[in-house]
């Protein structure tokens, strides 16, 4: 059975944050209680409930937010009974670009110190999400905007000193299950990385209007495929952040073609890309391969290993023309391992250092510009 991330134990800090549960009652005594108090008032609980609060408490949540580390603005504030302060229609905006908007969040319930609040002191203890929709607008070069969503969205976000600590979020992406853990640095002084031009930025959205594309074209006939994701970096440092992922799945369906057992690792550290392990199997045979990419470099390099059903593989992803003519009785052996290149200041090129298939039908190693 391959290896899954295990889940990751709250930090210490995190721990010694979160109030005990005699407090963590009181509080929510004197959450009942300020909630009865305005409900006496004529109207006054309905009114918040439907109407919600107005623009001078939406700028204070989203000033609040803001010195958390979280770029956002809030359409409606309202008041619920058992879950407190709720701000809905939620939109999160890229932090070092405003006009980037990163996502739309149906709603979030707000973890409110009210004793700090009325002081004017810092008052957002945490965020809670809970089976939330989450809309990611992907604004393409032509100003077409494609829409992804992530769906039954829950996670709970604490806010320690200098810290932004996520404990478990999960939701579903075009059928796969997502779930991510991790912690990030908001120091005090913060202060933003230079900002990505508007070319890079398209070039970021082209990638994932890309991939989501690419997702959607499969099925998942049993259980959903698991992306487990686990995070820590600084805020102020976004691009040296560490990210660990794996990505496993029982079927994916593409086509007319089937895979079985997939299991991917990867890693993101000191801004290089590790696909440590790939792996799938199906009815003919397995493959295995592995493969890095340095940001820095953009130097390349990987190495596969192929019994897979060769026509009926590259047929699922479009690229059947390269073996029309090709007939195979047995399913071919494949290895093949290079590195490439992809810097646009010089000419992209790629070595294919081996390339092999059994049965008597060897390449020889060729370089392409």
Request: net charge positive; hydrophobic share 40%; with cysteine.
């Amino acid at each position: 059975m391959p290896p899954v991330l295990e889940q990751p134990q709250t930090p210490a800090r995190a721990q010694d944050w979160q109030l005990p549960l005699a407090r963590r009652v009181l509080v929510s005594a004197l959450r009942l209680l300020a909630i009865l108090a305005i409900a006496t008032l004529p109207g006054g609980g309905l009114y918040l409930a439907k109407k919600g609060f107005g623009r001078q408490w939406r700028y204070r949540v989203v000033e609040e937010l803001h010195k958390r580390g979280v770029e956002a603005s809030v359409r409606r504030l309202t008041l619920d009974p058992f879950r407190g302060l709720v701000a809905k229609d939620v939109r999160i905006f890229d932090y070092k670009n405003r006009e980037n908007t990163l996502a739309l969040i149906s709603e979030i319930s707000l973890d409110i110190n009210y004793a700090a609040l009325i002081h004017h002191e810092p008052f957002l203890n945490a965020l809670d999400v809970r089976d939330a929709q989450i809309t990611l607008p992907l604004k393409g070069a032509a100003g077409k905007i494609d829409k992804a969503q992530l769906n039954n969205f829950r996670a709970h976000v604490y806010f320690p000193p200098e810290q932004i600590y996520v404990s478990q979020a999960e939701g579903n992406f075009c059928g796969v299950r997502i779930s991510a853990t991790g912690q990030l640095i908001k120091r005090e002084n913060y202060q933003p990385s230079s900002q990505a031009s508007e070319e890079e930025w398209q070039k970021r959205i082209s990638m994932l209007q890309r991939l989501v594309a690419e997702v959607q074209q499969f099925t998942f006939p049993g259980a959903r495929p698991w992306l487990q994701v686990k995070f820590s970096g600084d805020l102020a440092e976004m691009e040296n952040a560490r990210v660990e992922a794996t990505l496993s799945g029982e079927r994916l369906r593409r086509g007319n073609y089937e895979m079985h057992d997939l299991f991917v690792a990867a890693e993101w550290a000191d801004q290089e890309l590790n696909i440590t392990r790939c792996e799938w199997t199906d009815g003919a045979g397995n493959f295995a391969g592995r493969a890095s990419w340095s940001r820095q470099s953009s130097d390349a390099n990987f190495q596969a290993r192929s019994t897979l059903a060769l026509k009926a593989f590259l047929d699922a992803f479009g690229l059947g023309d390269f073996l029309t003519d090709a007939t195979f009785y047995v399913p071919p052996s494949v290895e093949i391992s290079g590195s490439a290149n992809f810097a646009e200041t010089s000419k992209r090129s790629a070595q294919c250092g081996s390339l092999r298939c059994a049965k008597g039908f060897p390449f020889k190693a060729r370089k392409h510009n």
